[in-house]
């Protein structure tokens, strides 16, 4: 009785974290035989000859059979078959059957790791069902449906034969494992949605399009999301177990998503990206080089968890796609042009100026990205009152630490459209980014700052994602933003300061009468161009304008690299007037310090001469790089042979190093990678595989061409394979 | 004009991060000369002679005087007094004179980091004001008013002199650094509380009380908070660095609570204590011998932040009602009786018992704690609707991670009382531990589990605190929770269904008829006594009751270490009727078992014999350890000296072994410590101290004596020093 077992005083609160650590079960459980209440012999007790989990059937009507992955797959809350064949016939009177299915290293009844199912009795405490389906002497079917919020990973399969003298269990195959994932497909689940388009689009489509370039020119590339591809369902629960995400929470998909954006990125967890921008990629793989996530995903659990170099932000969308689609929740690829990165979350993102008009770098820390791309979710969120359901955005680009991570999200897009920022998670910092003033101050050699122009609409002008079932891009602005300007605008703004977010407390503005702005034509890389700076007088008085242009190659990230351009203009514009002034721009003066996206950035910095006031424009040019150029020849056809010939051609006068070339295309072959040293000028390179399409339908041929020179040289062709 | 400047495309995003790093601006700044206009020779600049703090009338009027600390401290949005001498007179026309105040490595004005106050010229942009109120000559007096939510913490003051060529600036000087904290007095500060008796307690009373026991047993224990002791306040600074908090959230009340309440528990983060509940604290010191807080606070910033060992819930709520008190925010101590522990925040507290009705420990994850501390802080939540705002909760005994480290709070108690679950941080957990159903569930050895018994009012019965100015307890549980049953009580558990609790979807019990209850009086360690068991039957039918009694010993998280009794007896009860049963306990039985805080849990498990039907109760018993004695001979006046005596003797049988005894008295002495080998059965210690009380007033001298055979004995005395 008095049995003193040494025990920690807190209990035992453990939790398993891993899909792939296994709990072994025994095979044979006796029973304390003084316990149990003496009988007649029973008969013989069956034996298991085989478990049958009928991937294929199963797979086509959980509509996850176009995953390479031999085991079956399973969606939640919708019935599967297994059929159990045994030694003598079944009879459910007299024999005491049950099924076991097992995840992670403590498998526990209550945590949802350990689901017994006693075959022909109906169970009422448990939430997973089972149903005798069918029963033909040694063969017994049973449907299975796993409970709607069930956890999601892989799950052992065993059949237990109870006797009275103890537990006969069938030995670990991992031919049985099964995976269950989310369903999109069933309104119990939390990441129903509708519409079927949606589904095939947002869960189904392994391959997307990434919006990028800049507002006035926007550009986009093909991206391999992969989700299908052989491994990548493993590689991504490897995230999860390598991220120490613990199975309990594997089947709360609010959990879940917050959790994979914070395992998207190295910083805190080692997770999956390292990002880069600082323009040396050498001892990795530059952002811009990358095709898709298979690559990525595969690399990253082959090497057991090291972080993957490199990434930016269209990477880390990419692969969190992928990883989000593979696990069955809907997921798309937003960019948002101008997206304010708000340091302090004020609200404001401080420009600071020099006294000659040029930025301060020392001193300006935020920034406007030229575009920001990140994700969304589709799900409930049982957390919250309903209207905040619907699309989440998801982040995990390292910008800031939400409460102590990086990560981002779910952040409701709807809450965020109505101000409402009190709710988890991170509503506060996705609100900044889509509406944060940009504030020009510009400070004196003694310290002093002022503000010298505040502009209201320059950040979150335009987001946009891949459009359903086509290749062209949907504005989604109005999901997130109401009108600028408009009364509901200003309501949400309301809503938002009653919240927290600071007040716009800065002082208005006097007006100048006079405004700026700059116009220019799509430039190719290399060329020579001119810019036009139109000034308006608004006023009743003739105005001089003297103008400070400075030219700056600079970053998608807003932050600016070399000024390559200063130049002074002066213009006297009649009442009521326009003045255009003609900048020309010489290619040798920018070409030497072009960075990744050779994105130039022009600020014009006005003095009124007859007033004192001045005002600011500024204006990105984003220059097109030369092409890349994917062909096939002949009709693509199953079985048979085909080429794909990748050629590009140096257009420059000087010659790209160390080039890299990537060729992916989804469902066809693994990435290919060919290496140039020297591409020298006017010199051209061809590249060609001979690859034989396995399956019919739409196939996605994506290229890359990458150097330190020359980033940022995409296309993609598409082909049907009949 | 092609100055090529290296940099990262992602623009400078980091933040200081630490108090103790210093930047070190230059004593002269020189101007670019060539763009200044020449003019005519200035006169002779000024110099800075010397800056005087006014420390001892500025703490005076900020409320800080108690703080044993040279140097300033102030309370943010109050004005504090600085003189500047001069070699020469000042001249407010001619003279261009800046104070700075600087804290971090990268101090910026934009992140309030940089102040800069030019002196007597009205700043308009910054936060911080200044204006001149007195110049005598070469001392000019300048009033300086931090803004009500500025960064808290150690500044550096600078005084710089402006000239044509440059800045002249005074000598790094640690004496002219000053703290700025927070404001509880000032209506603009988020943690204002308007009444004085509340900030007499919350924020200026270094000694408190914090009770436990259980719940039919209330003890206590006074506890050092010791906020004002010498190198507190530095430590606490420390405690910020050492988690990386960086500068720019110190100001926000909301924020520095949640990195308080992570950065007290070593998990994560290396923060102040070492939790264990392992009965073995032969590296540290075992939780129950502390007294106080300073003497850990210090250990941890003279060791350079390695984690104390050794705490459990009230040393973690003490020394986090330390550092916010200290830093200024109003703070108390909450100790929740039967709080519930529960693993996977279903709020349902799973006891599984096995056959024979004893507590399967193997299967059983989830506990109710007898008691358990935690804080609350008082603010405004501007990130929540108004009605949020007031106590919030926050906890630092490491239970469970919040968004994935470990921390808890700040949980507004009105949206726990109201249900409202959805709003950060912790709703959930918080109402979880008040909330929660404890559900006994019974396994057979099949591994099926059915529900035996579920009791909705034995968790969260009663929530206590220290009365404002007096020493009992005050009865809170009003502000957590509507009557039980009420129709607020259950509007309140809507409320939560409808943020994704989950619903209580068990079955409704039948009614049995028939309740139990234990009976117990006082019961004095290593004595005999009785229980008696009340048994209830409501029905109209005799019934016979088969009762199992088992008692065990158990740690005060309810966690169950060792069962000492079995005892069946049977009852025939009449109906409408009480039978009682006594059940005899020997200390000869449970004291070998004893583990600290000595207490016993009986759980008795009863079969009626007319209807099969099964029913349950459990009373813990908290066994009163022997009695540490304090006294004082003469009466207490400052200056002379007064020996204090404290004394024990050991009531028991066997010998104490390594005992320690500790003396602490706040404002009087530090804490110190006496060992002893042996005390032998029957014998006697008698530690004596000689004090000289330096300052008038109330002190408390508070004792503990502790050893592994006998932990918790702890006394108090008040004196007043004349």
């Not at 304390?32 to 007790?45: E, F, G, S």
């Not at 095939?200 to 507002?215: A, F, K, P, R, S």
């Not at 003694?446 to 505040?454: E, L, Q, R």
């Amino acid at each position: 009785m008095n049995k003193h077992i040494k025990s920690s005083g807190k209990g035992r609160v453990r939790f398993a974290k891993s899909n792939s650590d296994e709990h072994r079960p025994p095979t044979f459980e006796a029973f304390d035989t003084k316990l149990v209440t003496p009988r007649a012999p029973t008969t013989q007790a069956l034996s298991v000859l085989d478990v049958d989990m009928h991937a294929a059937e199963n797979k086509r009507a959980h509509n996850t059979i176009k995953y390479k992955n031999t085991n079956l797959i399973v969606r939640r809350n919708q019935e599967f078959f297994i059929t159990i064949s045994f030694d003598q016939p079944f009879n459910n009177q007299r024999d005491n059957v049950q099924m076991e299915f097992l995840i992670g290293s403590s498998p526990d009844e209550n945590k949802g790791t350990y689901i017994v199912l006693p075959i022909g009795i109906e169970k009422s405490n448990g939430r997973w069902k089972s149903r005798v389906v069918d029963i033909r002497g040694n063969y017994v079917t049973v449907g299975v449906t796993p409970d709607a919020s069930c956890i999601i990973g892989r799950f052992q399969t065993f059949v237990v034969v109870v006797s009275d003298f103890g537990k006969q269990r069938t030995e670990r195959n991992t031919a049985t494992d099964f995976y269950v994932l989310f369903n999109p497909w069933d309104p119990a689940d939390q990441v129903y949605i509708p519409n079927d388009n949606q589904r095939q689009e947002y869960v189904m489509n392994d391959v997307g399009i990434i919006y990028n370039g800049e507002i006035n020119n926007i550009t986009s590339r093909s991206w391999n999301f992969g989700q299908f591809e052989k491994g990548v369902l493993d590689a991504c629960l490897f995230v999860l177990d390598s991220g120490k995400v613990p199975l309990v929470y594997r089947g709360n998909a609010t959990q879940l998503v917050r959790q994979g954006s914070a395992l998207m990125n190295a910083q805190d967890d080692d997770g999956v990206l390292v990002g880069s921008w600082d323009e040396n990629y050498s001892i990795g793989t530059a952002p811009t080089a990358w095709t898709g996530s298979t690559e990525i995903l595969l690399k990253y659990a082959r090497e057991g968890g090291v972080p993957v170099c490199f990434a930016q932000c269209w990477v880390y969308a990419g692969v969190l796609n992928s990883f989000m689609r593979c696990l069955g929740i809907p997921t798309r690829v937003i960019t948002n042009y101008c997206s304010a990165h708000d340091n302090t979350g004020n609200l404001k993102t401080d420009i600071v100026l020099d006294e000659d008009g040029r930025v301060d770098r020392s001193r300006t820390r935020d920034s406007v990205w030229n575009y920001h791309c990140w994700n969304e979710v589709y799900m409930k969120r049982p957390d919250l009152p309903d209207k905040f359901s619907g699309w989440q955005v998801i982040d995990s680009t390292p910008q800031e630490t939400s409460d102590g991570l990086y990560r981002c999200g779910p952040t409701s897009v709807n809450a965020v459209k109505e101000g409402e920022l009190s709710y988890p998670f991170d509503a506060r910092f996705v609100f900044a980014e889509l509406n944060s003033d940009v504030i020009y101050r510009q400070s004196d050699k003694y310290g002093n700052t002022k503000i010298h122009h505040v502009d209201t609409a320059y950040v979150g002008k335009l987001l946009v994602t891949k459009r359903v079932n086509a290749n062209s891009y949907e504005d989604i602005t109005s999901n997130y933003k109401y009108p600028e300007g408009s009364d509901k605008d200003k309501q949400t703004m309301k809503n938002a300061e009653n919240r927290g977010i600071p007040t716009r407390d800065y002082l208005p503005q006097p007006e100048a009468g006079v405004t700026m702005n700059i116009q220019v034509d799509t430039v190719k890389m290399g060329d020579n161009f001119k810019l036009t700076l139109n000034i308006n007088n608004q006023t009743s008085q003739t105005r001089t304008i003297n103008a400070t242009i400075t030219g700056s190659v600079s970053f998608y990230t807003g932050v600016v690299s070399t000024t390559f351009k200063l130049e002074n203009k002066a213009a006297t514009v009649n009442p009521q007037n326009t003045a255009k002034l003609q900048i020309n721009v010489q290619a040798v003066d920018y070409m030497p310090y072009l960075v990744e996206q050779a994105n130039l950035l022009f600020v014009v910095y006005g003095r009124i001469q007859e007033t004192g006031q001045t005002i600011s424009t500024m204006r990105v040019v984003t220059l097109r790089p030369p092409e890349l150029t994917i062909n096939v020849n002949g009709i693509p056809r199953v079985g048979k042979e085909l080429m794909v010939i990748v050629s590009f051609r140096n257009p420059f006068t000087f010659i790209l190093e160390n080039v890299q070339l990537r060729l992916d295309a989804v469902g066809l072959m693994p990435t290919r990678m060919k290496s140039y040293n020297q591409i020298p000028p006017g010199g051209s390179v061809q590249y060609t595989e001979v690859i034989t399409p396995q399956t019919p339908g739409r196939k996605v041929l994506i290229g890359s061409l990458d150097c330190a020179a020359l980033r940022q040289v995409t296309n993609q062709l598409e082909i049907i394979v009949q």
